[in-house]
């Protein structure tokens, strides 16, 4: 019986080898001693007994034995050799009481090389043993600017905290992540009931991800597993049936298919201007009538953004009192957002525009298990397939407000009061600070942030005696108060220069155009996977600037009108030209302008900006949905 056991796995062996060979690849076992780094650049710690997950396993640590097995480590020498006959008994040991006796073998970069017990690795590895016991010495490899020798630094640390090996992640920053969805800080140490809890439903997944996949997808089963619990929940899966869990995966799919673009996110700079087919005037197979819901985090008295939201909806309501019909769910909460987003769906809305980055994960979810109902987050640069996300290209206006700051300054001070850490706001600071500095080279931009804990925001910004100040981008309608645009400080009173306009009613209205008319399918790109972000600006009419009629002169508002020209034509890019950031030179071509994907991800404040950007400990407790969603910090691990 083991001799035909050993035969099968022979066949398993030789099939591996000869496919490797045709294909161009090593086809017998990797040999650490080939590839392991020079002597000096290394170091060795002993880890003393550890499970080591079978899979992990890949070769073997001298070349003594590469040549006994294919690189699946099963056997590639006759049935006849004193090898088959070991390896038989081996088998039959296996089968009548389990090979207890631990192998010894060295991991480099989490992966395992057999120096005693290779064998007993073939052998297991041929029953389908999920683990085998080993006495190991860790090969550590000095610190590189590499990334997969950042990632595994990343490794050591989750390692020193949870002694988890069998997960492992293709991009930086996802272990940090993976501590975060499973709601533990990052220096806990796991107890051994946590690991057995992780292990249990990580595992759970990987089975059910691996029925699905065949080998399809590059990315690791951890990057598929993280994106996974962050949409529907670490506890809440452990709580699901197999049944319920296989359905989530193959739903979730395309969500795992993003996670192997390099670049998994399509910017859409302008409206599709493509035109329906001819046949389709013809023909009325467009949609003649919508239900649109609205789903804010604040109540529009109470909040700017919403307020800017609200008066879009009010503009659809305005534009097509036949054809739309309006809902708006105010003071949704993370704890309520999956209701009333199963509220909306439920009271027959064929679009829901949630308007926060924050319920981006319940959106995901809801479009998931709701394919017919078409749900947009507002957010920017976010990765999803199953919704579209949408912002507008505030730097722009930003960029109009600093050369009008620059331009109304007598000192050269100007103070910019920003809210969150996010991508989209760190280029509205930039491009503010760049318009200042156009028209006034010595012009400096303090920063404050109101999300920061203890701290009083105008305080700080009256100590630095500036001439005007950039605050919230419009009035709130319960606060009778005037702090909002540019605005000078005269005693207690604000006295206003401009102000940012997000005319979202104009998104809006242009969204519902192509859904009504059968051109929304038109943006969906058959040959990519990348999520689709509409990130419009000037030359879309979703954002502008409103001039004071009376506290500007009147060739400070021609400049104005001459730069909005320009820039909503597409003939000037803010951030053009050689770029100075507070750590040197980014840009150094007069010629080349930035990227809309550089723009977004923008990371650096420029050189004429006094402040930083806040980590995550500086934040106050409210703020942090959204930075976890969209923050600077955390989108670079």
């Not at 005696?465 to 909002?484: H, L, N, T, W, Y």
């Amino acid at each position: 019986m083991a001799l035909s056991d050993y035969t099968k796995a022979y066949k398993l062996g030789k099939k591996n080898y000869q496919y490797r060979m045709l294909h161009g690849e090593l086809p017998t076992l990797e040999v650490l001693d080939d590839i392991i780094p020079t002597k000096g650049t290394f170091s060795e710690v002993p880890l003393g007994l550890v499970q080591i997950p079978i899979d992990q396993i890949v070769g073997t640590k001298t070349g003594g034995r590469s040549n006994a097995f294919a690189a699946n480590f099963m056997p590639i020498l006759r049935e006849t050799s004193e090898f088959a006959r070991k390896w038989a008994q081996l088998s039959t040991s296996h089968e009548e009481e389990g090979i207890r006796e631990p192998i010894k073998a060295f991991e480099y970069m989490n992966r395992f090389y057999v120096q005693e017990g290779n064998k007993r690795v073939s052998v297991m590895k041929y029953y389908g043993v999920v683990s085998v016991p080993g006495e190991v010495t860790r090969i550590i490899p000095n610190r590189t600017n590499d990334k997969e020798n950042k990632i595994y630094y990343e490794f050591l640390d989750f390692y020193e905290l949870t002694k988890i090996n069998y997960i492992w992640f293709s991009e930086e920053g996802n272990f940090k992540k993976l501590l975060e969805a499973v709601g533990k800080g990052p220096d806990e140490v796991w107890n051994d009931d946590e690991r057995l809890e992780f292990s249990s439903i990580y595992r759970r997944f990987m089975a059910e991800y691996n029925a699905e996949d065949k080998g399809k997808l590059s990315v690791t089963v951890g990057d598929a597993f993280l994106a996974f619990i962050k949409l529907y929940g670490y506890k809440e899966i452990d709580q699901m049936t197999t049944k319920e869990l296989k359905e989530l995966v193959e739903k979730s799919w395309e969500e795992f298919s993003l996670l192997e673009e390099d670049e998994d996110v399509e910017l859409k700079m302008d409206p599709n201007t493509e035109k329906k087919p001819l046949i389709n005037m013809l023909l009325p197979f467009g949609i003649s009538s919508l239900k649109v819901a609205f789903i804010y985090e604040k109540t529009p008295g109470s909040s700017a953004w919403t307020y800017a939201h609200e008066l879009g909806r009010l503009h659809l309501d305005q534009t097509f009192p036949e054809e739309v019909s309006t809902v708006f769910y105010d003071n949704v909460t993370l704890d309520t957002i999956d209701e009333r987003i199963e509220e909306a769906i439920t009271d027959g809305c064929d679009i829901i525009f949630t308007t926060t980055p924050s319920f981006v994960q319940a959106s995901v979810k809801a479009a998931i298990a709701n394919p017919n109902v078409r749900i947009l987050n507002c957010s920017v640069n976010t990765s999803h397939r199953y919704i579209r996300t949408y912002y507008a290209r505030m730097h722009e206006a930003k960029f109009l407000m600093g050369a009008i700051a620059g331009a109304m300054s007598e000192h050269n001070r100007l103070a910019y009061i920003a809210d969150y850490p996010i991508y989209g706001s760190i280029a509205n600071i930039n491009a503010f600070a760049l318009g200042a500095k156009m028209i006034n080279p010595r012009a400096e931009v303090y920063l404050e942030w109101t999300a920061k804990k203890d701290i009083d925001v105008m305080e700080s910004v009256l100590e630095k005696q500036v001439d005007c100040i950039s605050g919230k981008d419009m009035v709130i309608p319960e606060e009778a108060s005037r702090f909002f645009g540019i605005y000078h400080l005269e005693g207690d009173t604000a006295r206003n220069l401009a102000m940012p306009l997000w005319h979202w009613g104009k998104f809006y209205e242009q969204m519902i155009r192509t859904i009504m008319d059968g051109t929304w399918k038109y943006d969906d790109d058959p040959t990519s996977k990348k999520a689709i972000n509409y990130w419009w600006g000037m030359s879309a009419g979703v954002v502008d600037v409103v001039c004071s009629k009376n506290n500007l002169p009147i060739g400070t508002k021609r400049l104005v009108d001459l730069l909005k020209e320009t820039i909503s034509t597409g003939k000037f890019n803010p951030f053009s030209g050689i770029l100075y950031s507070q750590g040197g030179i980014v840009q150094d071509d007069p010629a080349k302008s930035l990227t809309p994907e550089e723009i977004v991800t923008m990371d650096w404040l420029a050189e004429n900006v006094i402040g930083s950007i806040p980590k995550e400990e500086e934040l106050k407790e409210q703020s942090k949905p959204v930075v976890s969603q969209q923050g600077i910090e955390n989108k670079k691990g």
